[in-house]
Structure formats: C-alpha cells, structure tokens
C-alpha cells in the first residue's frame, strides 16, 4: 500500500515508483537450489526500471516486469 500511495503522492513531480520481486535468488537467504543467479535478478530488475511508466506507477512487479497480484 505504501507504493500505491506514494506513486499517487509523486505523481504529479514525475516520480515513478514500484515495488519489484527480485524472484528466488541464489543468495545467503534464497540458498544454493534457487535457480536464478544474483546477476541475472539485478540485469532484469534495471530493464524494469529503465520500463516503469505512468500506467505501471504504482504496481507490484516482479524482476521479469509481469505483475504481480498485491
């Protein structure tokens, strides 16, 4: 809910904001079996970054860009 109102807050400055899923990440925390690869999560994140708009302000999605249900 934060994101949703600080995407309606920071609308009208041309801020956009998201909350993105990095998806299951061979980290301390996602463990050796997870099958994506820090470098991938990061790659794939910054190409949803560099997409964010006004109609996906606001959205939660994960590191492919597919939404994802709040």
Same mark, same amino acid.
């Given at each position: 809910m934060v994101t949703r109102c600080l995407a309606v807050e920071l609308q009208e400055k041309g801020?956009?904001?998201a909350a993105i899923h990095p998806g299951w990440v061979k980290t301390d925390m996602g463990t +050796?079996?997870?099958p994506l690869m820090v470098e991938h999560s990061?790659?794939?994140?910054l190409t949803v970054l560099a997409n964010l708009s006004q109609d996906t302000s606001g959205t939660f999605l994960d590191? +492919?860009?597919n939404s994802l249900p709040w």
């Open positions: 801020i956009l904001c +050796e079996e997870a990061v790659r794939g994140i590191w +492919e860009g």
